[in-house]
T-cell receptor, first 114, second 117 residues
Framework: GAGVSQSPSNKVTEKGKDVELRCDPISGHTALYWYRQSLGQGLEFLIYFQGNSAPDKSGLPSDRFSAERTGGSVSTLTIQRTQQEDSAVYLC????????????FGPGTRLTVL | AQKVTQAQTEISVVEKEDVTLDCVYETRDTTYYLFWYKQPPSGELVFLIRRNSFDEQNEISGRYSWNFQKSTSSFNFTITASQVVDSAVYFCALSESWGGANSKLTFGKGITLSVRP
């Protein structure tokens, strides 16, 4: 079956521009996570969605970052007024909560801010 | 707060050697979950194994084996008879819940394993 998909795979943007990153989780998976992978910080949690519950935004690094999940499926991570330190690979994962919490990861979006 | 430490950063071995990747974790919870993920050069994180804190039975799966020791807060991973295809970055991770907000993963920095032919 289809895994987690993310788009775009690569995004190059200029400092100060807004970007949107998309994640399509595995069908039926109720939990969705965003992580960021950068050279300096490693793999960091950003935000978590579960069903209709309020998201856990505790990992978002600044108020320039936001995310939404529409209809309990697709999620969009938005970064406003991008900075060079936002350059990283943004990974999305989904899981069928209550079933081992095995998180399935997408291929990531590589964001480069010039 | 939880923390995962992978003290080794890079390991290089010759094919067919055995290699052990170390992982030490910190958590205040009595129930928690430990994971190993593999990230090959293609970039996608691949789940390898999960252990629950209440299950210290060690496991062998083919060339892979895991050694979970609560007494030393360690969850080490061994590849026997390594192969070139094992070359990847290996991450150890911890979550404090089966579900809910604490199900998020805390990762170590990763270990880059290079297996030379």
């Amino acid at each position: 079956g289809a895994g987690v998909s993310q788009s775009p795979s690569n995004k190059v943007t200029e400092k100060g521009k807004d970007v949107e990153l998309r994640c399509d989780p595995i069908s039926g998976h109720t939990a969705l996570y965003w992580y960021r992978q950068s050279l300096g910080q490693g793999l960091e949690f950003l935000i978590y969605f579960q069903g209709n519950s309020a998201p856990d935004k505790s990992g978002l690094p600044s108020d320039r970052f936001s995310a939404e999940r529409t209809g309990g499926s697709v999620s969009t991570l938005t970064i406003q007024r991008t900075q060079q330190e936002d350059s990283a690979v943004y990974l999305c994962a989904s899981s069928l909560e209550g079933q081992s919490n095995e998180q399935f990861f997408g291929p990531g979006t590589r964001l480069t801010v010039l | 707060a939880q923390k995962v430490t992978q003290a080794q950063t890079e390991i290089s071995v010759v094919e067919k050697e055995d290699v052990t990747l170390d992982c030490v974790y910190e958590t205040r919870d009595t129930t928690y979950y430990l994971f190993w993920y593999k990230q090959p050069p293609s970039g996608e994180l691949v789940f390898l194994i999960r252990r629950n804190s209440f299950d210290e039975q060690n496991e062998i799966s083919g060339r892979y084996s895991w050694n979970f020791q609560k007494s030393t807060s360690s969850f080490n991973f061994t590849i026997t008879a390594s192969q070139v295809v094992d070359s990847a970055v290996y991450f150890c991770a911890l979550s404090e819940s089966w579900g809910g907000a604490n199900s998020k993963l805390t990762f170590g920095k990763g270990i880059t394993l290079s297996v030379r032919p």
